[in-house]
């Protein structure tokens, strides 16, 4: 327990490291006096509109994840898992990705459902995320390619290419040896003793709860509503990425084409492995917005207002759904 403890400590400081590097360096040039002066003539009523729609995709997340839950024979109501989205996302500020832990820890514990299957759930969540943060970028670069398409391509793919073609092949071989010899030893284990019957049996439990919750997504009569679902989470943050831009006079003169670009550059950002994309998402947001000719302190401004508004709205949320999550479990299931 001691070990758990120490190493996910270890993994906080150096994350939080990382964060506090990264916001010196997107903040070690800035006019801290022209940023409060941004401040004063932001427009708060889209702000709150941003936060509103926020919630909306949040609980269209929640909706999203319980459709995965009924192949599964188990329906959550929809109270618990609202509350375990936002407490997940309250834990990832804390550790980047625990949240996913987290908020699948916080279902199966008043739900009563296999923490191994949530974790599935979770993993094709994750996939569907993606696939339309990959759609949403052709898009982008469909609509205006020689400015959104060559910036996509020279800050994001290009740095990834060149970094792949300077792969050595005898490291790609290893990785493909050692990703063989895992499979082949998770294999080894399921079907023999080899452990003792006690801890095979807890290890095939979770490898099959994982599959079981990977196959969530074939055996929901629900996929078209999935499907939709998560269209309608991602339109939810371009909106919401829209509204933050009517929120400033820097950015207020931008469309929504604008707006999904910045959406899409930004959830690039908030992939580094930092608590809550500190750093990573200001940096990467104030840059990108030096294509409609905006400063970088006044891109700072926007990419602020944007993070920490949502931030804050996390913070509360999550916690407020914390002690939710707390009552129930203490509460006897009916």
Known sequence: MKSIVKSRLFNFAVFFSLAIVLLYYAF???DFTHIAQGFREVNYFWIAISLLIALIAHALRAIRWGYLMESLGHKPTFS??????????LAN??????????KCGSVS?????RFESLVGTVVVERAADLAMLLIATVIVVLVKIDSFGQYIYTRIFQPIEQKAIH????????LLVMAIAFLLLIRFILKSDFLGEKLNGKIKSAVIGVIDGLKSIYRTPRVIQFALLSVLIWVSYWLMTWALLCS???TSNLTGWDALFIMVIGSYGMTVPVQGGFGAYHIIT??????????????LIFAIISHESQTILLVIAGI????????????PLA
Do not use: D, H, W
């Open 80 to 89: 618990n898992l609202f509350a375990a989205v936002m407490f997940g996302y």
């Open 28 to 30: 070690r040039s800035v």
């Open 248 to 250: 400033t006079p820097i």
């Open 167 to 174: 792969i050595e092949g005898y490291k790609i071989v290893i």
């Open 109 to 113: 514990r008043v739900s009563r459902i």
């Open 93 to 102: 500020l804390a550790l980047p990705r625990f949240g996913e832990v987290a």
């Open 320 to 331: 407020v759904s914390m002690v939710y999550l707390y009552i129930k479990q203490r509460k």
């Open 286 to 299: 104030a840059s990108a917005l030096g294509i409609f000719e905006i400063t970088y302190e006044n891109g």
